[in-house]
């Protein structure tokens, strides 16, 4: 059993499709440990995209992420990692398979509606970013029996 991070992005939660998004990942049988709001500030941008910092785009991928708040959440599940990542589709919304969140919701790489943690290792890393400990819920879901 592996646990996953994923943002909605800003878009998301303007365009109202947040209901749509969770309920395609509940859909999958995944399980939701972790929902919550979140307006992200300076700090955990420049930590969560470091690696993009050198880039041109990287100061209008801030203000996309603070134009509106995003919701965080914990999902657990078999290879919730890869799996989260196969939902999701490839980055540039042109390039992902039809059937994936970012082909069905996106149109340009700029706004891309949703992110995945990449790896187990990045999503460990990545929920500890986003959720106090506290804030992931232990519970016994009536599917972990038949999943
Ligand atoms: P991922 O979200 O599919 O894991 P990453 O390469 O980790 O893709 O990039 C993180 C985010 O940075 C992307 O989801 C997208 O919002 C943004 N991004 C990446 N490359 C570009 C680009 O070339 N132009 C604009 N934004 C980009
Ligand atoms: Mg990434």
């Not at 307006?39 to 941008?45: F, G, M, R, S």
């Not at 992110?115 to 819920?137: G, Q, V």
Request: aromatic share 8%; proline share 5%; with cysteine.
């Amino acid at each position: 059993m592996q646990t996953t991070l994923i943002l909605l992005k800003p878009d998301t939660i303007q365009r109202g499709l947040i209901g749509e998004i969770v309920a395609r990942i509940e859909r999958k049988w995944l399980k939701i440990v972790g929902l919550k709001m979140m307006q992200l500030n300076d700090a955990i941008i420049n930590e969560h995209y470091d690696f993009l910092m050198s880039k041109p785009f990287f100061p209008m991928l801030k203000a996309y992420m603070q134009s509106a708040p995003v919701v965080a959440l914990a999902v657990s599940g078999n290879d919730a990692v890869k799996t989260i990542r196969t939902l999701t589709g490839a980055t540039n919304p042109a390039e992902a398979l039809p059937g994936t969140i970012r082909w069905d919701y996106a149109l340009t790489i700029d706004a891309n509606i949703i992110h995945a943690s990449d790896s187990p290792e990045t999503a460990e890393k990545e929920l500890k970013r986003f959720f106090k400990e506290w804030e992931i819920c232990e519970f016994e879901k009536i599917t972990d029996k038949v999943v």
